[in-house]
């Protein structure tokens, strides 16, 4: 079943994006990843603790840019990732990724079913690193501004998702 929908939700560090996507978790079978999952694994063994700080995502950046120059592994990561959730029963999968360019690369691998979401927010803070930063510059699909009190923004999230899944 090659048409099951893919979103690859992106947004700034900070605007709920993980919160968004364990709501619709909730009601429909969801599968999230990420592709700087496999990242935080080898970062982990090297003595990372999980910091989300300007040191810990700054290394996480230059880790993944490193495997994707060498073989490519968040790509890899989440195609594997994409043929176990077709096999599946979930409804949706949530696939972060930051760069555009690696946006580019996911969606040519898994084809038309993948949509693209900006999750909006200020939340006053601005991350200094290539990743973080290349967030708005991709033409996305559709844009979610996380700025309602949470059972208002809940509510209309997961509106946007049963748009996008119909």
């Not at 994006?17 to 999230?32: G, S």
């Not at 230059?62 to 043929?83: G, H, I, M, S």
């Not at 409804?91 to 996911?106: A, D, T």
Request: aromatic share 10%; net charge neutral; hydrophobic share 35%.
């Amino acid at each position: 079943m090659r048409n099951k929908p893919v979103i690859v939700i992106n947004g700034s560090g900070g605007v709920g994006k993980d919160t968004l996507c364990e709501w619709v978790k909730q009601r429909i079978p969801t599968r999230i990843v990420s592709s700087v999952d496999p990242i935080k694994r080898l970062a982990a063994e090297g003595g990372w603790r999980g910091e989300k700080d300007e040191r810990g995502r700054l290394l996480l950046v230059r880790l993944k840019q490193a495997f994707v120059e060498y073989n490519d592994l968040p790509l890899r990561y989440l195609t594997e990732e994409y043929q176990k959730y077709l096999k599946s029963e979930e409804r949706v999968m949530f696939v972060h990724i930051r760069e555009p360019k690696e946006i580019e690369k996911f969606r040519a691998a898994v084809g038309e079913n993948c949509k693209t979401l900006l999750v909006t927010r200020d939340t006053g803070v601005c991350w200094h690193n290539d990743s973080d930063g290349g967030v708005n510059e991709y033409d996305y699909d559709y844009t979610f501004p996380n700025d309602a009190p949470l059972p208002e923004a809940r509510e209309a999230f997961y509106t946007l998702i049963e748009k996008i899944l119909s």
